[in-house]
């Protein structure tokens, strides 16, 4: 009687386990979880997605979650268990929880995404990517080869100037260091300075151009992960010199502008052809779209110049998507990212002033979306990516000592071999942290 009573139970059980792949379980399968962060281009993009994908896909449902403050809403639901098959959150948070993602190993890797065809193209998801994009730390953070990030909407940084102000003067654009300096020089006996930038915060992308521009990519990902004795190399005195010169030709002003409340005064330099150059990235044109100009100001951008004519770089910042590991839907949700890069996507999220990493996109911009998108089109080359994650170091912040001290550095208040000791201070500690 005992064996019947067992082998009924055993028997009502493999039916509602079928029973379940046939509703649950069975829509679980065709039901594809996106959580997105709603930035300033809105979630009305993100929306149009769906539908798009969901017509391709018939029978798939994509639940999809945009929140401003997306963290809050997916990382209690995280700990409990219920993760997104894909998250459209990048890194340099405040409350870091990407970085967690990576430094618990909770990511899906995606580099098997880069060799997929695009859905309904004939092309692969790599070769429609700009190159250097997915060669960073911000997309392979293992330096392993592996890719657990995709790439998503960037904005190019580089040096914003007067294209008018050139040709009035009959200057050529510099394309080394060595023109940098000889046409400081000559804009010097006019009265203008050579450089300023809006706080020390923007020599983040700016020295990190200018270290692929000593040393390659491969360099600059060393340096990322505080390699010991990268900073005492001739690639890196380099870029620390370069700095140190540009210091000499900076605006006198810079440094008591180059705060929150009054970064608006140095970027107005340019604009008054009071400065040739400064870093900053493209949303710089929209901070100052109503501040007064020289007549006839135009805006140029380019890419830093290069050393010894070697290649020229431009830092990119970019967004990021990725797949947690604990996905319910890993293989759907690999199709989806796949999808995110096909023309008609990115047709989508152009309209809403988001850009993609693939190649032309430029071709269809206009004004100076076209002049800053289509820096890497003509030559310069792609740069991305941060310092390594560690574990919080008291006391230490490569931040500071990289970049918060170049005020320092142009008041004269330290050294160049002060700064330089800072740095590797710093790094040394750090690369302990990331053992």
């Not at 018939?58 to 098959?85: C, R």
């Amino acid at each position: 009687m005992g064996k019947k009573i067992t082998t009924v139970i055993l028997a009502l059980g493999i039916l509602a386990g079928l029973f379940a792949g046939c509703t649950g379980n069975g829509e679980d399968k065709n039901t594809l979880k996106v959580a997105v962060l709603e930035s300033a281009y809105g979630s009305e993009m993100w929306e149009k997605i769906v539908d798009e994908f969901e017509k391709d896909h018939e029978g798939v449902t994509v639940e999809l979650v945009a929140e401003k403050n997306l963290e809050d809403v997916i990382g209690a639901q995280m700990k409990s268990g219920d993760y997104p098959d894909v998250v459209h959150l990048a890194t340099g948070r405040e409350a870091g929880l990407t970085e967690t993602m990576i430094r618990d190993n909770m990511l899906t890797e995606m580099t098997d995404v880069l060799e997929m065809t695009v859905p309904g193209e004939s092309v692969r998801v790599k070769d429609k990517l700009i190159p250097g994009f997915t060669d960073t730390l911000a997309t392979n953070p293992y330096s392993d080869g592996k890719t657990y990030f995709a790439p998503m909407f960037y904005g190019p940084c580089g040096l914003f100037y007067n294209r008018q102000l050139f040709i009035d003067n009959n200057w050529e654009l510099p394309e080394t260091w060595e023109d940098m300096f000889i046409l400081g020089d000559k804009a010097k006996e006019k009265g203008i300075y050579l450089f300023t930038y809006p706080t020390t915060g923007y020599f983040d992308a700016f020295f990190y151009a200018l270290l692929a521009s000593a040393g390659g990519t491969d360099f600059y990902n060393r340096a990322m992960r505080y390699e010991e004795g990268i900073w005492d190399t001739q690639q890196a005195k380099m870029a620390f010199d370069t700095v140190n010169q540009l210091a000499k030709y900076t605006e006198p002003t810079t440094v008591s502008n180059a705060n929150n409340d009054n970064f608006l005064k140095n970027q107005q330099l340019v604009l008054d052809n009071k400065a040739l150059f400064m870093p900053n990235g493209t949303w710089v044109v929209g901070e100052m779209a109503d501040a007064p100009r020289a007549e006839g100001f135009e805006w140029g951008f380019m890419p830093l110049p290069a050393f010894n004519n070697g290649d020229r770089y431009s830092f990119t910042f970019f967004e990021q998507l990725w797949i947690p590991k604990e996905a319910k839907n890993p293989e759907l949700a690999k199709e989806f990212v796949a999808y995110l890069y096909s023309d008609e996507a990115v047709g989508i999220f152009a309209e809403a002033g988001a850009i993609q990493p693939v190649k032309g996109v430029s071709a269809d911009l206009k004004g100076d979306s076209k002049l800053f998108y289509s820096i890497y089109d003509n030559g310069a080359k792609a740069v991305m990516g941060g310092f390594a994650a560690t574990e919080p170091v008291e006391g230490v912040s490569i931040a500071d000592s990289l970049f918060g001290t170049i005020d320092s550095l142009v008041s004269g208040n330290k050294t160049l071999e002060d700064w330089m000791n800072a740095v590797k201070a710093a790094s040394d500690r750090l690369r302990e942290a990331l053992k």
